[in-house]
Each structure stands twice: as C-alpha cells, then as structure tokens.
C-alpha cells in the first residue's frame, strides 16, 4: 500500500525517472548484477531520501537485488509527485507527497517503518533512525540489521547517539566516503544550488556579491561555482582552517557581519542553526536574496526575519518577500529549505549515480556482516569506495595506470630502496 498525492501523475514521472536511468551506469551495473544474484532477496529495505528521479531509480535497483522497498520523503519540499507516483505504480510502497505539513511527514515515517518492518535501511538526515529509535519502536527496530546515512547533518545525530551508546544498530557514513563527498558534497551541491538560485530568480550572478556561510565540502563547491558563474565571492566562516583555506583558495573572508550590507546572495552551508541571524538581517541591503543549503531548514533565522517584517508576502514561485519595517525588502528562497531539491532536482544524475552506488554496496556490506558489526558509525570500507570509482571510470572507457610488482612492494614500506 503506498499513500501519494495523485496515481495519474504517473507518466511524467516515469519519464523522469527513464532520463536519469540513462546517466547513472554505475547503477546500472550494479542492476544487471542483481538481476543474476539477488542480494537483498527475502530482506526489507525503508528509505527516507529526497524523493525524486534518482532516488526512485535506486529503489528500484534494490529491488531487483530482491529487497521489498518502502521509502519516506527526507524534506517536505524535494518530493516530487510525479516520480512518488510512477514508483509507487512499480510496487515500492511509497508513503510521501510534496508540502507535507509537520505531521503529515512524521506520519509517513512512521507508516514506512511499521509498514515495512526494515531489515535495512537508508536515511538522510537522520530522521528515520531517530523514530526507530523511539521506545515504542522496539518491536520494529530489534529486526534492523544496519542502516546507512548519506548526509552530513545525520551523521552529526547519529555519532551523538553512538557517544551516548544508544545506537541500536551499525550505520555506515556514506556521506564520509571518497566518492560521496568529493563529488556529492562538492560538485553536486554547487552546481545544483546555482541551478536552484537561477531557475528560481532568473537574475545574473555575474558582478555580484555572493556570501558563502560556511566552507566545508558543500561550501567549498557552492563558492567556486559562484565564481565561475563571475561572482565576487565571500567566505564567512567560524572555523580557522575552513577559513584559512577559502583565503588561500583566493576568497575574501571576513565575518558574517562585516559581508552582511555587501552581499547581493546569501547561501548557507553550515549544519547550524540562525548562521543568519537578527544582526546580520538588520544590515543587509535592499532586495538581498537569501537562501540555504543545508538540510534543515535553522540555518537562516526565519523568526528573526519575521520580527523585523512589516509584511509577508509569497511572490514568485519559491520567493517569499520580507518588507522590512525600515522599507527594506528581502527576499528567501524556498522557505529557506534546502534549495537545490526544494526549488530544483537535486544534484545531478552523473553525481547521484556515484552516492547512491555506496549507499547499495553499503547494504550489501552490512548483509554480508550480519551480526558481526559494532553498534557505531562505521566508515565504508576503502574496497568499496574504490569499486565505485572503477566502476564510474570503466562506464566513462577511461584506463588508469597500475603500480608494477616492485613499486606496489616499495610503497608497502617493507622494502626501502634508493
Ligand atoms: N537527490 C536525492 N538525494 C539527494 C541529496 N541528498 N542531495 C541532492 N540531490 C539529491
């Protein structure tokens, strides 16, 4: 049973998905794979993810490998209709519409795990682990076998439980893999926040300023495309060597503060919450445009710009006006939701192909090791970060050289030579 917004939205969505099916051939072997040796066979997979084109194409890579698949939206905002509704037309149970309200999202968690009673699962963000780890989920959680988590913010909830000791089961940090975030993190959200800024304002980013909040892998992609895009870019940052290294990547970095009356762009990339805040609000100039892409939707203080506003007013699709009671008027991106999957599609095929290629090996990994796993936040094993990337490059015919006998011994370090 799947409970979505509307089953005759099914075409376009299977249209969406077919598209990025074509750009993910990691995947895609992964999915001729399955078809043979049915990993996942006899075993229930919940996922809570950004429910849109490349995301309905892994559930249903999983289920080829045998796996019954439920799967939740991760942000109210990124679930796509259509694709919920061609997935869900396929036999995943699909428990998820866009502009859910609070509960309605809480209720679709719930339904996907009690629904489904995972053996494993998928999270991003942390809020399905969270719920399993309620008390009066013991009956479901006891059967999960592990999980993996795909995002920054999650891992930050789970190694917080795991320091507590209250992890229940072994979750693997996709998003700290090689091929998640220097790929994910960086190129995937720097371009598709661009994509999400400009298919949203239809404005030029070339000679503006844009203030980057926070330089950590997002950050550092969100602020090169920025300025190839021929921004003037700002950094803020509050941790030195983030700092340090945006100064010498050739950024100007100054406090949050000091960029507030200069920026044209605000994008926050921080994991924290009011990175923007009432002081920052009360200095920006006219017609600023803020947005976040971070995954919660803290990171730019909506109550602040609530207090300092004379009127609300939602314009455009995906622009909520702010008219300041000084007369200022600024403006927020997506309800200040991630913008990139709430006013966009999230990253790119050819990018997702790679993360949500961990996120399969990752499972299978914690099926194989069944049991044998501590209950913490496990790192993905090179091996595996290193398949995927065989995999991209043989997809693309791109040949790499390998080290001969002596050279492999040498960088051993058995064997010191001249
Ligand atoms: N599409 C699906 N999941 C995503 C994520 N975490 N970030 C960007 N795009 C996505």
Known sequence: MSIIRDKSLAGPGEEKIAWVEKHMPVLGTMREKYRVNKPFQGLRVSICLHLEAKTAYLCRVLAEGGAQVAISGSNPLSTQDDVAAALAEGGVGVFAWHNSSDAEYEDFLYKNLTENRPHLIIDDGGDLTALLHQEDMEPISRDVLGGAEETTTGLIRLRSLARQNKLLFPMMAVNDAHCKYLFDNRLGTGQSVWDGIIRTTNLLVAGKNVVVVGYGWCGKGVANRARGLGANVIVAEVDPIHALEALMDGFRVMPLEEAAPLGDFFITVTSCINAIGSRHIAVMKDRAIMCNAGHFDTEIDKQALTVQAEKIRAGKKNITEYRLKDGRSL??????????????????????????????????????????????????????DKKVAELKLASGGINIDSLDERQARYLSGLHREA
Not at 333 to 346: C, F, T, W, Y
Not at 354 to 366: C, I, N, R, T, V
């Open 331 to 384: 403006f927020l991106l997506a309800e200040g939701r991630l913008v990139n999957l709430a006013s966009g599609d999230g990253h790119p095929a050819e990018i997702m192909d790679l993360s949500f290629a961990l996120q399969a090996l990752s499972l299978e990994y914690l099926q194989e090791q069944a049991g044998s796993l501590p209950r913490r936040v496990l790192k993905v094993p090179y091996e595996l």
